[in-house]
């Protein structure tokens, strides 16, 4: 790819640019800057040079036309909860909010489907469609607060993707603006698709570099009726990863199971403050296992199935949660992971993935990784669909290994990775830090075939630029 050379807003261009939008909704201002110019990535912080938050279709018409007409960078961001950097404004140019796309559309029953926008909370649909007794599944740690825009740009998962699946999966049709200005949509509101190239697929994990989301489409499926869950310590970390595959083998599949080493389950309970739970001396892993249905009896079932295996896998004595608080502790525990690692070191996550049967191996791997380059790490992660969360803490180490060796270590972690017959994202994407690793999954010609396709899409290269190559 040719280096771009992109406009400089001056006021004439600020001035035109704002016009697109409603008064209050154009931003130049240090604190809006910085607000906007990061994510939850690291503390990477890139800031625009004009915000705009646009309430219509056509007002990201609009803009998005100037901004291939005067080559200006646009950056789409959604909530800001991504952890690979896609929505930071690495060339500066217009930071694009879509938080006032923010409506509900419409809810189907009829045809099981919603329509939607893009800045829509995931947590705000799921109960919305859970009041008509249907279930949109894909539910990332940061729920209730990611929006369904940023969860299909990254096709994002969460712990209910090992049975039904991650946001590709319920998307059927979209309404996207393309970096000229035009609008279109990808597909058909219809459960199969075979008319030409399928774009919506193509759309769903693009990162925002192919068009701007307006409105989605989805796919719900009746909601179940009936959960259990349980929580499962062991004494080995890798004893917990191999009981894994192992529940798989005896034919079930669980709707969530969740993997959490010691360092993870301590520094969640603490950051949580609030619950009361005891973590014995000798258990260094935690798997949480989520069975659901409409027939309580066969729920009950498969989890004395789970307990046959988990006890034949060496864990220790199983915990039920009976009530509906005790299954929210839990989850809480669960998905205040990730903050919580934030909250006490710099870190960098790796969103590992490889097929399930491996997770001992690449655990394993990582933590000799981590012993070689003299780094800590703490993992977690969707254990059922093989997608362990490796978490780096900087901790004592000095700047010069941090940003001159870690990136070898992690370089090792990738490559391991590829090795099992996995990849380097299951759902965090590609973004702007993963983009030098993305080579040792793809060769060259895979890599020329997708930014051909860029440039098919984005000709002045403005949409969302620097990312993922």
Known sequence: MTEVNYAILNKDLI??????????????DQEKKEHYGQDETEDLVFLP?????????????AIAAFCHTHHIPLTTRGAGTGLSGGALPVKGGVLLSMERFNTILSIDERNLQATVEPGVINY??????KKVGLFYPPDPASWGSCSLGGNVAHSSGGPKAVKYGTTRDYVLNLEVVLPTGEII????????????????HLMVGSEGTLGIITKIVFRLIPLPQHDLLMLVPFRSAEAACTAVGEVFRAGITPSAMEFMERDAIDWSIRFSGDLNFTIREEWQALLLIEVDGNNPELLMQDCEKIAEVMTANQSEEILFADTAEQKAALWKIRRKVGEAVKSNSVYKEEDTVVPRAELPVLLKGVKAIGKKYGFQSVCYGHAGDGNLHVNIIKG?????VWERELPEGIREIFELCKSLGGT??????IGLVQKDYLPIVFPPKQLDLM????????????????KIF
């Open 15 to 28: 001035a035109a640019l704002s016009a697109l939008v409603g008064p209050g909704d154009a931003f130049t």
């Open 124 to 129: 705000v649909f799921q109960e919305e469609v």
């Open 451 to 466: 930014r051909h396709i860029k440039l098919v899409f984005d000709p002045h290269y403005i949409l969302n630029p620097g």
């Open 424 to 429: 380097i994202s299951g759902e965090h994407g």
């Open 396 to 400: 004592d180490l000095s700047t010069e």
């Open 49 to 61: 040079e004009l915000i705009l938050r646009p309430s219509s279709v056509a007002e990201v018409s």
């Open 185 to 200: 949509w990808t597909g058909a509101n219809t459960l199969k698709y075979s008319t030409g190239y399928n774009l919506t």
